[in-house]
């Protein structure tokens, strides 16, 4: 099983900055794509930023130039740079990786618990 806990959530205030860990642990043969998700109250949760193991990225459109993800393969932990932070960021941020547990596994897709980020003055 793949494990993944995310930290670094806490409250900022708008145009603040954040950054937000996770790392992967358990039985791991290989994780290809590493991402950050995000859930607002009542909203359903979106795509915030991916990265490959090749390190190509993805953004969503509202937080490009933003937000910067980063990864460091050796320690199967990415990172989420936030910056100038509004309200809006205001979610849990749930941690996804696509990983093969075992050489003989497929990949399937685990989540993190979710880290709290609440962006307010």
């Known amino acids: 099983q793949v494990r993944l806990v995310e930290s670094g959530g806490g409250l900022v205030q708008p145009g603040g900055s954040l950054r937000l860990s996770c790392t992967a642990s358990?039985?791991?043969?290989?994780?290809?794509?590493m991402g950050w998700y995000r859930q607002a109250p009542g909203k359903q949760r979106e795509l915030v930023a991916t990265i490959t193991s090749g390190g190509s990225t993805n953004y969503a459109d509202s937080v490009k130039g933003r937000f910067t993800i980063s990864r460091d393969i050796a320690k199967n932990t990415v990172y989420l740079q936030m910056n100038s932070l509004k309200p809006e960021d205001t979610a849990v941020y749930y941690c996804n990786a696509d990983a093969r547990e075992r050489i003989i596994d497929g990949y399937r897709e685990f989540w993190g618990q979710g880290t709290l980020v609440t962006v307010s003055s």
């Open positions: 358990g039985t791991i043969f290989r994780i290809n794509v």
